[in-house]
């Protein structure tokens, strides 16, 4: 009998709305969370915050964070959450990819967003990456007025689940 998968939620939220995901996905999973924490923690904070994190994902320049207190070699799945800025991944999210993607052994991807760039957002992030994830997931705010959001996410954690189970059989299959 195999071990148990491992998951971690790694995400980055501005206004809490893409933590409020990340830890429902955690506890549906039975998975760790972690928050990616900028050194400077009030560099996001109000409206000049949030010109910041526009001006700086346009612009690619990388975010400096804070170290991780979870270790990614302990876990066989990284989910990865971002709100969506400008049609981007947030500047934190893409500079912990950049640093990181060597370490990641499976992924799977959500985002959270004012109205669209989930594509873009999600392509960014698989290039990042330089992996294919086994599940994406999009969150809108019209999908959180409409209480569509709950269900996005029961879809999602089945994909991830379905793509682990199918991945166990080849391997048991061996």
């Known amino acids: 009998m195999n071990a148990p998968t491992r998951i971690l939620v790694v995400f980055y939220s501005r206004s809490e709305t893409t933590a409020e995901f990340a830890g429902r996905l955690a506890a549906e999973l039975e998975g760790d969370y972690e928050r990616l924490q900028e050194v400077e923690l009030l560099r996001r904070a109000g409206p000049l915050g949030f010109l910041r994190s526009i001006l700086d994902v346009v612009r690619k320049r990388p975010a400096p964070l804070q170290p991780m207190t979870h270790r990614l070699a ?3 799945v990284v989910l990865i959450g ?3 800025w400008a049609g981007r991944a947030s500047t934190p999210v893409s500079t912990w ?3 990181r993607w060597r370490q990641m052994r499976t992924v799977a991807f959500f985002c959270t967003m004012g109205g669209r ?5 999600f392509a960014q992030m698989q290039r990042l990456a330089r992996c ?3 599940a994406t997931c999009a969150i809108s705010a019209r999908d959180m007025r409409q209480d569509v959001a709950v269900e996005k996410v029961a879809r999602f954690v089945l994909a991830i689940k379905d793509a682990l189970a199918a991945r166990e059989r080849v391997v048991v299959a061996r």
Do not use: F, L
């Open 117 to 121: 760039g989930s594509q873009d957002t």
């Open 74 to 76: 302990d876990y066989d």
């Open 82 to 84: 971002t709100p969506v």
């Open 132 to 134: 294919v994830p086994i």
């Open 97 to 99: 990819i950049s640093e």
